[in-house]
């Protein structure tokens, strides 16, 4: 099964909901595994959840398939960036 790290790698400015570079969480078997006393913010998870899906499949999509390409997401304020990495098990 696919396990993605997704994680803080840059802020444009101060995070209103208090995220911070190197905040991250797990997606693996369906669930989100968030490291003890953190958390994610509400409005950029749901930004997120759409999207899931398709990198946990990303290996069986079409070659010119978006997703293939893109490794960042932007919150909706614009101010956090997030980046994801595969985790080999």
Avoid: R
């Avoid at 911070?20 to 797990?26: L, P, Q």
């Avoid at 968030?34 to 999207?51: A, E, H, Q, R, Y």
């Amino acid at each position: 099964m696919t396990k993605i790290k997704i994680a803080v790698s840059e802020i444009k400015g101060k995070c209103d909901n208090g995220m911070e570079v190197g905040d991250h969480f797990i997606i693996h078997d369906g669930k989100i595994s968030i490291p003890d006393g953190k958390s994610i913010c509400i409005w950029t998870l749901n930004g997120m959840l759409p999207m899931f899906p398709f990198l946990l499949e990303k290996k069986a999509l079409p070659k010119d398939h978006w997703v293939t390409e893109a490794t960042t997401y932007t919150c909706p304020s614009g101010k956090v960036i997030f980046s994801y990495n595969y985790i080999d098990e």
